[in-house]
Nanobody, 124 residues
Framework: QLQASGGGLVQAGGSLRLSCAAS????????MAWFRQAPGKEREFVAL????????RYTDSVKGRFTISRDNAKTTVDLQMNSLKPEDTAVYYC???????????????????WGQGTLVTVSS
């Protein structure tokens, strides 16, 4: 029900735009987020956006470089990634939480719908 795309290979300092399209049900009322998982590491929070786009949150390491946005008419959530660094290399997952609570907003356990992931590789 969530299909992520836009990953690829990019040089450090470059940009990529990830997109996640929802289908099968309406997610327009729910928090949508991006997580990432690097090889050998746990899945970590990257960014989230509330239902109307009025509230966003980012992990410290991407603040000022990444921007999350959503289009409820198209049922998509995007992640614009600029000034990419090798440490941004990971599989990126989009997620939707239909039962979000404050304590789990930045945790994978807070989300119950997941996309399949798209690989981002940043070369130095």
């Amino acid at each position: 029900q969530l299909q992520a795309s836009g990953g690829g290979l990019v040089q450090a300092g470059g940009s990529l735009r990830l997109s996640c399209a929802a289908s099968g049900r309406t997610f327009s009322r729910y928090v949508m987020a991006w997580f990432r998982q690097a090889p050998g590491k746990e899945r970590e929070f990257v960014a989230l956006i509330n239902w109307n786009g009025g509230n966003t949150r980012y992990t410290d390491s991407v603040k000022g470089r990444f921007t999350i946005s959503r289009d409820n008419a198209k049922t998509t959530v995007d992640l614009q990634m600029n000034s990419l660094k090798p440490e941004d290399t990971a599989v990126y997952y989009c997620a939707v939480g239909t039962r979000i609570i404050a304590s789990t907003m930045a945790l994978p356990s807070g989300y119950n719908y997941w996309g399949q992931g798209t690989l981002v590789t940043v070369s130095s």
